[in-house]
């Protein structure tokens, strides 16, 4: 792979990075940032995450929160000045923000002068200058991870939409086997139950998150009524099997599109990713559940 491809990702966050920094005071704009990294937004999420160890919005709360600590000190501006400064309605909330973050109250800080950065992989701090460092990539061994890159024929889907928080997608699973079950869709040999996320849950409400119940079926089984048929598109893909609780692919997602992307060479495809369930969690131990990640690749 190209030099230019394997730092597209590092340049790509860099950029965020930078945008955040010349822009805290203003409202978040989740979308604008993936759109200047050149990346979707659900995509974009889970590479900044992975890369920085924080996502977007956890960074912003991280720099105005240090940028309060260091006018505490440097500055006799009073506290409520600064919580409003720092994004926060109230006094209060403010200082319970603080202390969690400092292990002391605004007041206590100011009489004590200790350091202002708080702890953080990527090394991306408040500066009263505006100088933004050059973030240092998170790093939890995700580069090596066990990755196979495979060729996909396209695939059909029948698939039940979810619209709510992601956590809540088994509704659509139960919808999807209501219907399907009765059909006999899964009895055929090729049968795979997968999930599809479209929105980024950092960018969009819980409530109008989308997302997919499928079960991938044969193109001569016709789709009954009540579910919905989509193609995945013939591409080349990133695989990571992950055995574990389902509550842990989030993690997984973000080593692998933060880490082993960038270190891969490969650049993101414009075709969906998707997680693929080899087993039923109705009757296996959520130690014993395997997970395939598919990670669309250009």
């Known amino acids: 792979m190209k030099p230019t491809t ?11 990075i930078e945008f955040v920094v010349a822009n805290l005071d203003e409202a978040l704009d989740l979308a604008r940032l993936a759109a200047l990294a050149g990346l979707s937004p659900f995509h ?5 995450k992975g890369m920085t160890g924080e996502t977007p919005l956890e960074l912003v709360r991280r720099l105005r929160l240090e940028r309060a600590a260091a006018r505490l000190v440097g500055t006799d501006l009073g506290i409520t000045r600064l919580a409003f400064e720092a994004g926060f309605e109230t006094h209060e909330a403010f200082s319970r923000a603080f202390r969690l973050a400092y292990g002391t ?3 206590g800080f100011r ?3 200790p350091r202002y950065e708080i702890a953080a992989s990527c090394g991306i701090h408040y500066a009263a200058a505006g100088l933004v460092a050059t973030f240092v990539p998170h790093d939890t061994g995700g580069g090596t991870m066990e990755v196979e890159v495979r060729e996909l024929p396209s695939r059909r889907v029948a698939t ?6 992601y956590n809540q997608i088994s509704r659509a699973f139960a919808r999807l086997g209501a219907i399907g079950g009765p059909a006999g869709l899964f009895r055929h040999p090729e049968v795979a139950m997968i ?16 997302s997919d119940a499928g079960v991938i079926i044969p193109d001569s089984v016709p789709v009954p009524p009540g579910l919905d048929e989509q193609r995945i598109p013939p591409g080349r893909f990133a695989t990571v099997l992950h055995r ?7 993690d997984v997602w973000a080593r692998a599109l933060g880490e082993w992307l960038p270190a891969s060479g490969f650049r993101m495809g414009s075709g969906p990713s998707f997680e693929l369930y080899r087993n039923d969690p109705t009757n296996t131990p959520k130690e ?3 997970t395939e990640i598919w990670i669309s690749l250009g």
Do not use: I
Not at 44 to 48: A, G, Q, S
Not at 195 to 210: G, I, K, M, N, V
């Open 160 to 165: 039940v939409r979810h619209v709510g928080p």
């Open 105 to 107: 109250s605004p007041t």
């Open 44 to 48: 974009f999420h889970r590479v900044f």
């Open 111 to 113: 009489r004590r002068h």
């Open 195 to 210: 999930a599809l996320y479209h929105d980024d849950p950092e960018a969009t409400a819980p409530e109008a998150l989308r």
């Open 288 to 290: 014993r559940l395997e």
């Open 244 to 250: 574990g609780p389902y509550e842990q692919l989030g």
């Open 6 to 16: 394997r730092s597209f990702y590092r340049q790509a966050v860099q950029g965020a």
